[in-house]
């Protein structure tokens, strides 16, 4: 934990009260009960997964369509599962995933790579006043969480633009600090045989949450959103590197993407690059806030995918079957699809609450279908995901406050894995 739990909760609902009256229901929105998100009180009595649920739980498959068209969704307290009351959650089949070892931290907007049999997960919010700033590793083959290590004190926390060669991970701008802090242009990269980092290049001017992929021996970053968090960014550049070096003294101008924004999922495969979901706008400092306070703006999520190939020329791939976003993380390649781990949604269209996902997608990259391959233990955001030796594993994020509202509440650390059959 970043930080003791429990001693002051008293004080942290008086604060949270203070709160939420003087600043109407921005707080709320972004964290939900964040003051209390630490705390383990139990907040769930339904057959999805509890707060401690056993090592291993199934989530049942009942297509709701009821769910799909707006209708109310089933009472609280009706038997059976109980979906919410929005339109968003989209049924899927039965999956049985299994608990394993927690994360050291909790982590919101947190980064991850995996190379071979290990999970490298960075930075995150642990609170929205509290961000980490080391590495903490996941070991695939013996289940264990081990080998933290600091990261740089000049890197940033979150929104991070993140890739690997396989042996250098490429670190790329980011929010430095807590609560909606402005952007870093610094730019790292780790060497994970040697666990040292170097500096790399700067990016022209820094973004929050990037696009970033390796293509073609060119380092790419395109969108996120711009200087003040909140404006899409449509911009596109590539730096020739190699071995953790960049071999060029200046980013170079590629074709600016179709839509701007944050939070995509970005990967290379077949060698052509393909950028995913995401969303425009984003929360921002409020204007003269010395803590650099979060307040929600107005925000787009959307499901549109681009791929480009030889001609230079984006083009557009089939949509997400919902729009998503906060999954640059959330995604692995297996057999020839990208598997996609919860995200968020369009905001419910009564209670205008944010909305969290709660499937784990298949995008058949043979036939450039999307399909819904199950549901997770519950709706999540920035996941951290990992896939070895046939499981599919996730672990970090933010998840909802229980199975009848989607909306966001607890910073979790805990690790789930499901074996894919796909
Ligand atoms: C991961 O676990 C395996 C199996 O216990 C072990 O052989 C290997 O050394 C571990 N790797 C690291 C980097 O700790
Ligand atoms: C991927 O394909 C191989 C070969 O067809 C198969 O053995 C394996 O089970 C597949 N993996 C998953 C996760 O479906």
Known sequence: ????VGKHKSARLVFGCVLLLGCGLVYDYFWAASPRFTSSSSFLSSNWAADNPPSSITVPSTP??????????????????????TFADLPGPEL???RMAPAPVPRLDGAAIQIKNLLYVFAGYGTIDFVHSHVDIYNFSDNTWGGRFDMPKEMAHSHLGMVTD???????????GPQCRGPTAHNFVLDTETKQWHDLLPLPVPRYAPATQLWRGRLHVMGGSKENRHTPAVEHWSLAVKDGKASETEWRNE??????????????????????????????????????????????????????????KWKVLPSMIKPNSHIEFAWAHVNNSLIIAGGTTEKHP????????????????DTLKWSVIGKLPYR??????????????FTSGQRDKGPADPSPKKVIGEMWRTKLRL
């Not at 009564?350 to 990259?365: D, R």
């Open 255 to 312: 074709i600016t993407i179709p839509r701007g924004g944050p939070h995509r999922a970005c990967v290379v495969v077949d060698d052509r690059l393909m950028v995913i979901g995401g969303q425009e706008g984003d929360f921002m400092a409020k204007p003269g806030s010395p803590i650099f306070k979060c307040s929600r703006r107005k925000e787009v999520v959307y499901g549109d995918v681009y791929m480009l190939d030889d001609e230079n």
């Open 166 to 176: 396989g042996r250098y991970i490429y670190v790329v701008t980011g929010q430095y």
């Open 96 to 98: 049985k995933w299994e």
């Open 64 to 85: 709701d369509r009821s769910s799909l068209e707006g209708r109310p969704a089933a009472r609280d307290d009706a038997p059976g599962r109980v979906l919410s009351a």
């Open 380 to 393: 999540v955001k920035t996941t951290l995901v990992g896939f070895w030796d046939g499981w599919f594993y």
């Open 1 to 4: 934990m970043g930080r003791p």
């Open 350 to 365: 009564m209670t205008k609450k944010m909305v969290l996902n709660g499937e784990l997608v298949q995008f058949n990259l």
